[in-house]
């Protein structure tokens, strides 16, 4: 079973940077790939980034491509989300979520285990 905690959110000055964490407490994180998505207040839930099982293959949204990072450390059963360069548009709720285990996907309806979220502010 899979059962997902983000950390590392908080509150930084724009330009600034954040590493978030996404730990897994089961035994099964190898087998998965993990996602980051996020939600704004008042916004739709909006993917961030994505990652293979190994880590060998990895996709960015747009808006972040350049600025953030993911990776994962199996071994910790965890996944990282390195953000870089960060802007008050960036401000949102961060969610991980376990999901395709070859191809990262972008589209939310292929997880099927999500975190519970970490908030992420950016101050102008």
């Known amino acids: 079973q899979v059962q997902l905690v983000e950390s590392g959110g908080g509150l930084v000055q724009a330009g600034g940077s954040l590493r978030l964490s996404c730990a897994d407490s089961g035994r099964t994180f190898s087998s998965y790939g993990m996602g980051w998505f996020r939600q704004a207040p008042g916004k739709e839930r909006e993917f961030v980034a994505a990652i293979s099982w190994s880590g060998g293959n990895t996709i960015y949204a747009d808006s972040v491509k350049g600025r953030f990072t993911i990776s994962r450390d199996n071994a910790k059963n965890t996944v990282y989300l390195q953000m870089n360069s960060l802007k008050p548009e960036d401000t949102a709720v961060y969610y991980c979520?376990?999901?395709?285990?070859?191809?990262?996907?972008?589209?939310?309806?292929?997880?099927?285990?999500w975190g519970q979220g970490t908030h992420v502010t950016v101050s102008s």
């Open positions: 979520a376990a999901g395709p285990r070859f191809i990262p996907r972008a589209n939310a309806t292929m997880y099927h285990s």
